[in-house]
C-alpha cells in the first residue's frame, strides 16, 4: 500500500473550511487519508509542493463531450480539422483532432492538462446511451457519466398526463437504470415536442403540449417532484424554455416560481436571462439582477452559468427549435436530429465576436450571474462547452472574476450602449482563490452530490491539482504543475503521464418492479426496437461505481 504526501503547499478545501492553510496532503490507495500519527512515517513518494497551491480536483457538471450529437458535430466541421493541427501522438497518449469539438481522447488529455478530473454530459437522449458510454470509455483519465433527457419522452409525458405519480416514478427510474446514467436532464420540456410535431417550439409553459394534454409547466414541477421523491443525488436538471431569445427571462422567472418546494438546477442560466424583445435587437438587455434575487432568496435553486467567451465555437443542444433559430439567425450550415419518442437536437457552428453588441452582452450577462449570486456554493462554473465556449476558457474566466480592472478593459472596448443595458460596470465584487475553489470544485460536487469529490477530507477521492504561484492568474490556471487523480501523478508540468480510465459514475434508483409489465406494455406498442433490447447491461459499464440515492 504505498503512500504519498504532497507536501508544503497552500491547500484550498472550502469543503473543509481550509483557506490557503499550510499543510501537507496524504494519499494511499487512491483515497485521502488523515496525516500518519506516527512523526517518523515516510511516505513512498514525496512530492515537494512549497510554494504552490493545492486545490481539489476540477469538476465540470455541465458539458458536451459524448453522444450522438456530439459525434455528428465532429463531422459536420471538416474545416476545422484542416486548419487545427491535431494532438501530437507520444509514447504513452493517442493523437487526436482539436477544433471546437475535440476528440474523445483529446477531450480527456485537455481536462486533465487544465487541472480538471471530473466532468459529466449533460444531454443524452436514453436510446443513445450505448453511443454515449462507447464514447466516455474512450475518454481517458476523467471520471465521469451524463445525464438522461426526459423533458420531451413520450412515456414520460404520458404518465404525467395521466396523473399517475407511481408510473411517472417508475419510468423515470427505468430510463435511469436502463440507461447507466447520472440524472434526470429537462430541454425546452414540451417545446421539442412541439417543434417535432409542427410548431416552432417556442411555446409558453402554459400552452398545451400537442398530443399529450399537459402543459410544460406541468413536465417541470412533476418531474422536480419525482427527482425528489426518488432520492436522485442531483436535482432535476433544467434547460428552461424560451433559450437565447430576447425577453426571455420572464419565462426563466416563472419556470422558478413554478418549482417552489422542490430541488432544482437550472443551467447556462446566462441563456436565459434576457430582456428586450426580439423584434427590435436594441431593445436587448441583461435582467440577471431580477433572477438572481430571487435564486439568492430560494435556497433550493441552483444554477450554472454558460459562459460566453468570445471565439468561434459549436452550438449543439437538444433543443431543436433553437438550433434552427441560430441556423436562421447566422446563415450557418446547420443540423436537426429528431430522436423517436424521446427528443431531438440542432447543431450550428457559431463565432462569438467582441465586436457584436449581443454577442458582448452575453459575455457580460454570465459574469453578472457570478458576481450577483451571493452564496458560491450554489453557482457553478460552465461555458455549457461547446455552447458558449470551450472549457479551456475557465482560466480566463476566473481571471475576469478576480480582477475587476480586468473586466472593465474588456467592457470599455465593447460596442456602445453595452454598459448601459447591464449591471457589470457597478460590480466591484472581486473573487477570491478559496471562492474559486468552490465553484470548480466544491460546489458543483455538492450540487450533483459527489461526496467523495470536490474535497480534500479523509475518504475523498484523491483528485488533486497542485499550481504554481503566479501573479498572472490565468497563467497559473491553465498550466497546473501536477494533477493527481486517484492518487496517481497523470500530469507533470504540461505532460500527460497516464491513460488511465476514470470512472463511470451513475445511479440506480429503487422503484416499485410491479410497474415493469406495464412499462414493457406502453414501450412495444410505441418502439421500433424491442423492450429487451433497449436496456445497457450491467456489464457493458465501465468501470462503473453507483453513486448512493440518497438525499443528504
Known sequence: MSLTALYGARVYDPANGIDGELRDVWIQDGKIIAAPKDPGARASIRVNCKGMIIMPGGVDMHCHIAGPKVNTARKMLPEQRRRTAPMARTALTRSGT??????????????????????????????????????????????????VMMGNNHLVMEQIAKGHQGLTDAAVSWLLNSTGGYAVKLVNPGGVEMWKSGGDGYCGLD?????????????????????DRLKIPHPVHI?????????????????????????????HIQFHSYGGTIEDQSTFCSQVPELADYVNNHPLLTVDV???????????????????????????????????????????PITYRDKSFVHSLQWAIGLEWYLLVN??????????????GSFLAYPEIIALLMDRGRRQEVLDKAPAGVAERCVLAELSREYTLYEIAIITRASPARILGLQNKGHLGVGADADVTIYSRDDDIQRMFELPRYVVHHGEIVVDDGEVKSNSEGKLLHVAPAFD???????????????????????????????????PTTIS
Request: with cysteine.
Open 306 to 348: 454558460g459562459q460566453v467567451v468570445f471565439g468561434e465555437t459549436t452550438s449543439m443542444t437538444g433543443d431543436g427549435p433553437l438550433g434552427h433559430y441560430l441556423h436562421k439567425v447566422t446563415g450557418r450550415k446547420w443540423f436537426s436530429g429528431d430522436v423517436e419518442l424521446e427528443g431531438g437536437c440542432g447543431i450550428v
Open 207 to 227: 400552452e398545451e403540449v400537442t398530443h399529450f394534454g399537459l402543459s410544460p409547466r406541468q413536465i417541470l414541477t412533476e418531474m422536480a417532484r419525482s427527482v
Open 513 to 547: 418492479q410491479d410497474m415493469i409489465p406495464d412499462i414493457q406494455d406502453w414501450f412495444e406498442d410505441h418502439y421500433t426496437i424491442q423492450f429487451r433490447n433497449y436496456p445497457v447491461d450491467q456489464d457493458y459499464l465501465t468501470n462503473p461505481e453507483q453513486v
Open 375 to 388: 452564496d458560491p456554493w450554489r453557482i457553478a462554473m460552465s461555458t455549457d462547452h461547446p455552447n458558449g
Open 239 to 267: 434547460h428552461c424554455n424560451h433559450l437565447g431569445i430576447p425577453g426571455n427571462w420572464t419565462t426563466t422567472l416563472e419556470t422558478m416560481k413554478s418549482l417552489d418546494g422542490s430541488r432544482a438546477h437550472l443551467t
Open 98 to 147: 482539436l477544433g471546437t469539438v475535440p476528440s474523445t481522447f483529446a477531450t480527456g488529455y485537455l481536462y486533465a492538462g487544465l487541472g480538471y478530473t471530473t466532468a459529466f454530459d449533460a444531454a443524452v437522449p436514453p436510446i443513445a446511451a450505448r453511443h454515449a458510454h462507447d464514447e466516455l470509455q474512450d475518454t481517458p483519465i476523467l471520471d465521469k457519466g451524463f445525464y
